[in-house]
T-cell receptor
Framework: EAQVTQNPRYLITVTGKKLTVTCSQN?????MSWYRQDPGLGLRQIYY???????DKGDVPEGYKVSRKEKRNFPLILESPSPNQTSLYFC??????????FGSGTQLSVL | GNSVTQMEGPVTLSEEAFLTINCTYT??????LFWYVQYPGEGLQLLLK?????DKGSNKGFEATYRKETTSFHLEKGSVQVSDSAVYFC?????????????FGSGTRLLVRP
């Protein structure tokens, strides 16, 4: 089954404690991206990757890092989380015809 | 710049009612347009898309027509079901953008009552 897998689903942490949200896809897609979803704002792109070792900033990259060492994995890294990064995060990979496949989301709370 | 504006929700309807969710956009040229649906506790799923003017996207009884003259892509369904309760997002891909980035509207929550 084609899918994008994110972990964890829920995460509570404290300010400044580094964390990583993992993302993996099994569709051999080249393009992957991270979005955050906030009430009233819809989804906004954080970072994207067009292939292995090729990443670039989206609309709201501040405070985030990504890496793409393998085609299937695209982790999101928060080196020093802050409360304004409390949000619902989605990983996505893009297939043919610009169709995005989304993971189930990670609800992050930074205290 | 590029942007998408959706009607604010929640939209509350009785089962079998007619649904319209308005979406208008601002973009250079003719972007691809999408509707995505998010069911409770899940990620977004593509519902339908249209890639050029006057195209009609359709899926699961939903449809939307790409109207360049009004820069709109309104979502419609003739008879909603309780299972259609979800959040609906209108989105566009900017023309010529190699990043495949989607620009999303803020989402419209639909609640269908039995």
């Amino acid at each position: 089954e084609a899918q994008v897998t994110q972990n964890p689903r829920y995460l509570i942490t404290v300010t400044g404690k580094k964390l990583t949200v993992t993302c993996s896809q099994n569709m051999n897609h080249e393009y992957m991206s991270w979005y955050r979803q906030d009430p009233g704002l819809g989804l906004r792109q954080i970072y994207y990757s067009m292939n292995v070792e090729v990443t670039d900033k989206g609309d709201v990259p501040e405070g985030y890092k990504v890496s793409r060492k393998e085609k299937r994995n695209f982790p999101l890294i928060l080196e020093s989380p802050s409360p304004n990064q409390t949000s619902l995060y989605f990983c996505a990979s893009t297939g043919q015809d610009e169709k995005l496949f989304f993971g189930s989301g990670t609800q992050l709370s930074v205290l | 710049g590029n942007s998408v504006t959706q009607m604010e929700g929640p939209v509350t309807l009785s089962e079998e009612a007619f649904l319209t969710i308005n979406c208008t956009y601002t973009a250079t040229g003719y972007p691809s347009l999408f509707w995505y649906v998010q069911y409770p506790g899940e990620g977004l799923q593509l519902l339908l898309k249209a890639t050029k003017a006057d195209d009609k996207g359709s899926n699961k009884g939903f449809e939307a027509t790409y109207r360049k003259e009004t820069t709109s892509f309104h979502l419609e369904k003739g008879s909603v079901q309780v299972s259609d309760s979800a959040v609906y997002f209108c989105a566009l891909t900017p023309l010529g953008d190699s990043s495949y980035k989607l620009i999303f509207g803020s989402g419209t929550r639909l609640l269908v009552r039995p």
